[in-house]
């Protein structure tokens, strides 16, 4: 793939895309893959194995760093600048490339994990519209406790999961059921699962939840 739109400024301008599945012209249906904190495009890119999704193009933007934001999600947004807008811009000029390709919205999933996580689901939420999907695997919105949650728009029923530990040392329990409380007033069709002691990873119940979305959205 091509270096992200140069309307991306700050830290992640020029950063490369990275691309697996189904090539885009031929593609009926698109993930965006968003990686973690000192993670990579191909580490997140390798979960599309066992999503096993026909006609899928997958897309995963690579963070400076390996970092999309320096600090915890929970620390106040302007701590996270220009990092967060940035990233941000990133994830917007994926969607407007994959519109340019014929993919729409509704036919694009959000999956992010960690950092990732909490980038699409503040991402999902500033841009609400009808999306294929959204799916934060440990991960919450951004900001601490009290962060005024005025997003504008409607996610007009789109299904948005989120799976995370009750252990989880980055990413607190009550910050993920907070998330789904404002992903579903925002109109979304909203899944929270909290799996016990599971430690900050992923699991074959949250792969048979994101595959199961993605067979719903090319049916």
């Not at 793939?1 to 090539?23: D, F, L």
Request: charged share 15%; proline share 7%.
């Amino acid at each position: 793939m091509t270096n992200a739109e140069k309307t991306i400024q700050g830290p992640h301008a020029g950063q490369p895309i990275m691309a697996t599945g189904t090539p885009l012209d031929s593609a009926s249906a698109a993930m965006i893959m968003v990686h973690g904190r000192g993670s990579t495009p191909e580490d997140i890119l390798s979960l599309a194995a066992f999503f096993d999704a026909p006609n899928f193009a997958y897309l995963a933007p690579r963070a400076a760093g390996n970092t999309w934001y320096p600090h915890r999600f929970m620390e106040p947004l302007e701590k996270n600048e220009p990092y967060l807008s940035s990233a941000l811009a990133v994830l917007d000029s994926l969607m407007v490339l994959l519109d340019n390709a014929g993919i729409a919205p509704e036919k694009t999933i959000v999956l992010g994990f960690s950092q990732g996580a909490c980038l699409s689901l503040e991402f999902a939420a500033r841009h609400a519209q009808r999306y294929g999907g959204v799916i934060a695997l440990s991960g919450a919105l951004i900001g601490p406790d009290g962060t005024p949650r005025n997003y504008a728009g409607s996610l007009e029923h789109t299904p948005v999961f989120l799976g995370c530990s009750d252990v989880d040392f980055h990413i607190p329990k009550q910050n993920v059921l907070n998330s789904g409380e404002v992903m579903s007033s925002l109109g979304g069709d909203v899944t929270t699962r909290i799996y016990p002691n599971m430690g900050h990873t992923t699991n074959k119940d949250e792969i048979a939840v994101v595959r199961d979305m993605m067979t719903a959205l090319v049916r």
